[in-house]
């Protein structure tokens, strides 16, 4: 049996992706929100973007811990003709984005640790639903024209929150006086859950709201019964009467007008003209609604089976999982002015279980077999790509410093566990796919930035970045979508004390907005292929505070 409805929700993270990769963040300090380009820092927060550059730093102990307040608008607009809204709004919020760094540098060599939302690190709120909930419900008003039903409602609702935490550590050791290297691992410990609900599915018919499973429920029934008319017209035909019309027999008393209207009914259901029934003999109905009930009892399954998917159903699910990726760093400091960082970050190959106690149904095999969105113990495969990052700072004069940076995903050699339906006919679940299915080229990102010292105490500064994700239509749709960005970040840094430096900025992301083309097949069979744009908008507070002993 085809599946009957599809909640196409992507398992992937829903978080808080602001200038990075496809599920990378790179947005790791209070620092990098007042000036989003630090691949080449050699301040603290060089333990995410450039670990060789510790060496930079003045022997002893230095810390950090910051904090990145987040908000996120996602808009989804579907065009296809039976829905009831085209506009689907989802907020999504991090309070708590923490980046903690702590190295202690002696004349050759660092020790080094951190801790991030290296991936994720927020929560996607859809109080209204998403098309993909809505498509299969809205195809049931043309569908069930018939049953004079005109329009529909529900009650969707669906929560998601992801955060992949990294922690990192390793070494740094100086080599000259303008080269360093580093080498560490970073543990990625991964946690998405899902909650929502889909409940109090109902269609109009006529002026009444009616359940849309105690319809199909209804229908099924009919169906059902009509197969039984052969058993009741069996003890007619056994006592000679089966050259008689249903009409003869109820002028001769031996059939009431009742039965004659519900056989009546049943014929025209089968897709007997409505002109030939009345000139029909019981032995005719009875083999034309014998031949018919194959088909009538498969469609009463599909109804019912329906049925039950339309019915009020909740979703609780956690995914856990943790992954290992070697991290190596070079510095390259060639005069005083200039510092050159080059950062290698391997694949983390990771796989996430799912703990579910609640599931969506959304649909069954041709066997029977329920599938549900979120099987209990699937493994998901959730790779967080390899990254290559370039950084240059210049001290253009005493006050004045320039950077500029590119980070490059190797996207297509990750698995991000996507999902896909190659033939919206098939009988089978949607199945796992390539990323380079999906993958139009590897994402990057390019950066710059500058910063002024007003003072001795204060400097300020501010930068752009902007990323391109690399996806094709493919990879798009309500709940997975990459987007394009251009990033703006302005901030400050105060030295409260000569060991204490506060960091506070501001930045605001831009998403290039996209439209792609998406396929759904309607209950007839017929593939419709509505238009979906994709939108969203981010902005960040971030605040830090770098200790130095």
Known sequence: MKKLLTLLIAVVVPGILIAGGLVTNTNQSAAWVRMPSRNASTSIDAVN?????LMKLENGFHFSVSNQTIF??????????WLNDTLFTGDVKAPIFPGIYAAYKMDRL???????????????EYKEGLPSFELSISDLVPALASQNVTGYRLDSYLKGSSVYFGIQGGVSFKINDWLSVAAGLRYVIANNSYVGHL???????????????????GIASQLTAITTIPTQLSPIISAGGGNFTIAQLVAAGQMTVQQQQAIYAALGVVGVPSSNIPLMTVNQISGTITAASPTLLANAAKYSATATVLGDQEADVKQTGSG??????????????????????????????NKTTKDFLVGFTETGTPITMFPDGILTPSDMPAMLALGLDY???DNLRLSCGLNYFFDKNADYGHKIDHDLKSTTPSIFI???????????????GAEYGLSEKLLLSGGYSFANKGVNDKYQSDLTFGLATHTLGAGGAYKITENILLNAGFSYTFYMKDRVSINHMSPAGIIFQPDETYHKNAMVIGVGVDFSF
């Open 49 to 53: 973007y450039n670990p060789a550059g």
């Open 72 to 81: 996120q608008k996602r808009k989804v607009e579907n065009f296809y003709r």
């Open 110 to 124: 660092a020790i080094w640790a951190g801790f991030n939302p290296i991936g994720g690190g927020g929560g996607a």
């Open 199 to 217: 409940k109090d599915v109902e269609l109009q018919q006529g002026s009444n709201w009616v359940r849309a499973d105690a319809i199909l429920n």
């Open 324 to 353: 290992i990726s070697p991290i190596f760093s070079v510095n390259i400091s060639p005069s005083e002015n200039l510092n050159i960082a080059i950062r290698y970050e391997m694949k983390t190959s990771m796989q996430l279980e």
């Open 395 to 397: 001290s253009a004069s």
């Open 434 to 448: 390539s990323n380079k299915e999906i993958i139009k080229h590897n994402g990057w990102s390019l950066s710059c």
